[in-house]
């Protein structure tokens, strides 16, 4: 059924909950699955403005390590149930870098947490997640709260 699954994930308390269901996938045959984190460049853009050069490169840093940090902690998890598993984190506009992904990794389908770590600027500018639902070339499976 969805033999590859692309998992965007920012480590919230919804994304934690679209991971229990990816791995429940599982046992539907579901093979392989490419966790993607996207640091949001936007982010960086502000603190770019507030710190130097060598601070701004030190937050980069420090957000890749705990990116890579979390992703460690689910690719295990996932690679005990029998996961194939890829791991890619991304720096750029998070609706921009799942789609491209996803163009990329040629998903059965995507599976994203309904809400981020963002709730004010999703309310005000409509979250990533519904985004990647009106323009994702692919199916998308939406995990609420």
């Known amino acids: 059924m969805f033999e590859k699954i692309l998992f965007p994930t920012d480590f919230s308390d919804v994304s934690k909950k679209g991971l229990r269901f990816v791995k429940q996938l599982r046992e539907a045959g579901s093979a392989e699955i490419v966790l993607l984190h996207v640091i949001d460049q936007s982010n960086l853009d502000v603190l770019s403005t507030i710190n130097t050069a060598p601070d701004y490169l030190t937050i980069e840093k420090e957000f890749m390590s705990r990116a890579s940090e979390e992703l460690v902690v689910m690719e295990k998890e996932l690679k005990e149930l029998g996961y194939n598993v890829t791991v890619r984190i991304e720096k750029g506009?998070?609706?921009?870098?799942?789609?491209?992904?996803?163009?990329?990794?040629?998903?059965?389908?995507?599976?994203?947490?309904?809400?981020?770590?963002?709730?004010?600027?999703?309310?005000?500018?409509?979250?990533?997640s519904e985004k990647v639902v009106r323009k994702a070339l692919f199916p998308v499976l939406v995990v609420k709260r």
């Open 93 to 128: 506009l998070p609706l921009r870098e799942i789609l491209r992904v996803a163009q990329e990794e040629k998903p059965s389908v995507i599976v994203i947490g309904s809400h981020g770590k963002s709730n004010i600027q999703e309310m005000l500018l409509g979250s990533v």
